[in-house]
């Protein structure tokens, strides 16, 4: 990986740390807000679907958008529409204002990591291209264990409300960078969709492998959410930690993330410089840190907390690796001249979960008392996510929407077709 690689590497993996530390921040912020906002946690509620729900919706035009004009203009205006919504959150005055803030920072949001794929794919090549995405992606786990500290360093410093503000506008910096240093590829001009090109929308939702992507994703990203929507909640009313002792212990899990993420890139890569087929070291690679994920459904049922935490960590650790693949993959079966439409596609029904899995988990937590049974829900459907890239998915190349023998058939998924 030359310079000019290492670089881009590095700037995107910039963007996804504050990417993530604009999301988490309200999570942080929350039991301030509360009480200075006199809102209740219902409300709060509400506020943490609205970013999943604007995300949602903006997704495939922010992906389509790219694939017009480019990633440079897509994401450069994205990041800084999401910067300064959260810069603003330190402004509002009550529940409208706070919906308003968040589901901009979703819009702006949603862009991050559809335009990521596609420029890996547009820069690198197969044999390094798990390295680079995987990279790119730690910096959300990095993200994910700075923003405790930070925002709680601020806000005992100052409040709340300046920390949304510095935090904010610290991460148009990036923007800045992003215009300075990043450079369309050649390769990203000769394929751009034109501007009056028709989207074959059927072909493309209705094949075999954008299906069995969008099956493995969702669930994956239902334990993703899971993680950071109540983990801190998780070790605080489930296993008794104090709000310092939740801090430490939900930052290590992320950390070792940001670890184990590349590595499985690295590895994944290397395998594929052996001779092993693209096709067996993704797959192979994505279920086997899916297995380690899935072992999440041991945490509700062992007795010693720190137990607990060291199972936690580990499942983090499958995630974190199981994402970075899971995003290469997605690059590599783009169809030429739509990286940021398919993949903006797929990130959408998989969102979905970003709505389900924190109300799902909060009420199977109040009927029941326990998080046991959410944490054995998110780990059945982990394996549910490796049957399906296993069985559904079938060759990792790109798509050729002209290819019928890759569109979905109903009878050869009953008799259970697998991978080419």
């Known amino acids: 990986m030359d310079a000019r690689k290492m670089t881009l590497v590095a700037l995107l993996g910039a963007g996804m740390f504050i990417n993530a530390i604009d999301r988490g921040a ?22 943490l679907s609205a ?60 862009g991050a990591n ?4 596609k420029v890996i794919n547009e820069n690198f090549g197969s044999e390094e291209r798990a390295r680079a995405m995987t990279w790119c992606l730690s910096g959300t786990k990095l993200g994910l264990a700075a923003v405790p500290v930070l925002m709680g360093f601020l806000m005992a410093t100052w409040n709340w409300r300046v920390a ?14 992003w215009y300075a240093l990043f450079k ?20 493309l939702l209705g094949n075999r492998t954008t299906l069995g992507l969008m099956l493995t994703k969702f669930f994956l990203d239902y334990l993703w959410v899971v993680f950071i929507s109540w983990l801190p909640t998780y ?51 994505l279920v086997g840190s899916q297995l380690v994920a899935a072992l999440v459904i041991g945490v509700g049922f062992v007795e010693d907390p720190m137990i607990a935490v060291a199972l936690l960590t580990i499942n983090i650790a499958g995630e974190s690796a199981s994402a970075g693949i899971m995003w290469t993959i997605l690059s590599e079966v783009s169809p030429k001249g739509l990286g940021g439409t398919l993949t903006s596609a797929v990130n959408t029904v998989s969102s979905v979960a970003g709505v389900m899995a924190p109300t799902v988990t909060g009420f199977v937590y109040q009927f029941t008392g ?25 060759e990792i190349r ?14 050869a998924l009953a008799q259970g077709g697998g991978a080419r």
Not at 114 to 117: M, R
């Open 398 to 411: 790109p798509i050729e929407l002209g290819d019928e023998n890759e569109e979905l058939s109903t009878s």
């Open 370 to 394: 326990s998080f046991q049974m959410a944490l054995l829900l998110a780990g059945l459907g982990i394996l549910i996510s490796a049957c399906s890239i296993l069985f559904i998915v079938p």
């Open 184 to 203: 369309e590829s050649p390769k990203a001009a000769h394929l751009g969709a034109k501007k009056d090109e028709q989207i074959p929308w059927k072909k």
């Open 235 to 285: 070790l605080v009313m489930e296993r008794g930690f104090s709000i310092l002792k939740m801090g430490l212990y939900a930052s290590i899990p992320w950390i070792v993330g940001f670890v184990a993420q590349p590595a499985m890139g690295h590895f994944s890569d290397w395998l594929i410089k052996k001779g092993v087929s693209v096709t067996n070291s993704r797959k192979y690679c």
């Open 114 to 117: 559809p335009l990521g794929a």
């Open 26 to 47: 309200l999570g942080v912020a929350a039991p301030q807000m509360l009480a200075d906002l006199k809102m209740d946690p219902g409300v709060m509620g509400l506020a």
């Open 164 to 177: 949304f503000i510095v935090t904010g506008l610290a991460s148009l910096i990036w923007c800045f960078a």
């Open 51 to 110: 970013f999943y729900c604007s995300y949602i919706l903006f997704m495939v035009p922010v992906g389509r958008y790219s694939d017009k004009y480019g990633a440079k203009a897509a994401y450069g205006w994205a990041a800084a529409f999401w910067s300064l919504a959260s810069a603003a959150t330190g402004l509002i005055q009550g529940f409208y204002g706070l919906m308003a803030v968040r589901l901009a920072v979703g819009a702006g949001e949603s």
